[in-house]
């Protein structure tokens, strides 16, 4: 069984422009969530989507955006980058929503 | 803001049994007690959760407190893979939105 795949796995960006990040969930998943991951602030919940709806959401700035497709399949979607938008960002999937949650690798966004 | 917390560090010998401690005095009815680990430089991994019983898998064995306010993560018999960053997390029931702390940074010494 096909774990969660992100991709890219590494993404250099400069300030001002914008990226896109790409999310598989493992088949029969649901439920997607995104997360940051920085050295100051830790892992922090981005949001969640669940059929397709953002069910839940945490506090970034309107720049994050995401959406599931039909798929289950999951983009986030950064505007505007900046330099402190460089992270780690990770994917995780789950069956339904309050149960265990599988992540990915995740996406290494350096913004220069 | 995480509602847990964690020793920052703990260190535990090969073989011996790893007992992780997690304080969540403000848990609600309706809220899980979440487990999992990151190692270095990967996606963290899920490990346990439980909603007041007591839970054992092939991982690890959750022990909840009668109040809820407090539980433990046991790693029977710990071995160097093990070695990893343990998160205890509050999650609620009917949302996947897991809210990190800075979590235990547990080291297994040979």
């Known amino acids: 069984k096909a774990g969660v795949t992100q991709t890219p796995r590494y993404l250099i960006k400069t300030r001002g422009q914008q990226v896109t990040l790409s999310c598989s969930p493992i088949?029969?998943?649901?439920?997607v969530s995104w997360y940051q991951q920085t050295p100051g602030q830790g892992l922090q919940f981005l949001f969640e989507?669940?059929?397709?709806?953002?069910?839940n959401k945490g506090n970034f700035p309107g720049r994050f955006s995401g959406r599931q497709f039909s798929n289950s399949r999951s983009e986030m979607n950064v505007s505007t980058l900046e330099l402190g938008d460089s992270a780690l960002y990770l994917c995780?999937?789950?069956?339904?929503?309050?149960?265990?949650?599988?992540f990915g690798q995740g996406t290494r966004l350096t913004v220069v | 803001d995480a509602k847990t917390t964690q020793p920052p560090s703990m260190d535990c010998a090969e073989g011996r049994a790893a007992n992780l401690p997690c304080n969540h005095s403000?848990?609600?009815?309706?809220?899980?007690v979440y487990w999992c680990r990151q190692i270095h430089s990967q996606g963290p991994q899920y490990i346990i959760h439980g909603l007041k019983n007591n839970e054992t898998n092939e991982m690890a064995s959750l022990i909840i407190t009668e109040d809820r306010k407090s539980s433990t993560l046991i790693l029977p018999h710990a071995t160097l893979r093990d070695t990893a960053v343990y998160y205890c997390i509050v999650l609620i029931q009917g949302a996947q939105k897991l809210v990190f702390g800075q979590g235990t940074r547990l080291t297994i010494n040979p």
């Open positions: 995780a999937s789950s069956p339904l929503w309050d149960t265990e949650a599988f």
């Open positions: 088949s029969g998943h649901r439920s």
């Open positions: 403000t848990i609600s009815g309706n809220e899980y």
């Open positions: 989507y669940f059929s397709e709806t953002q069910r």
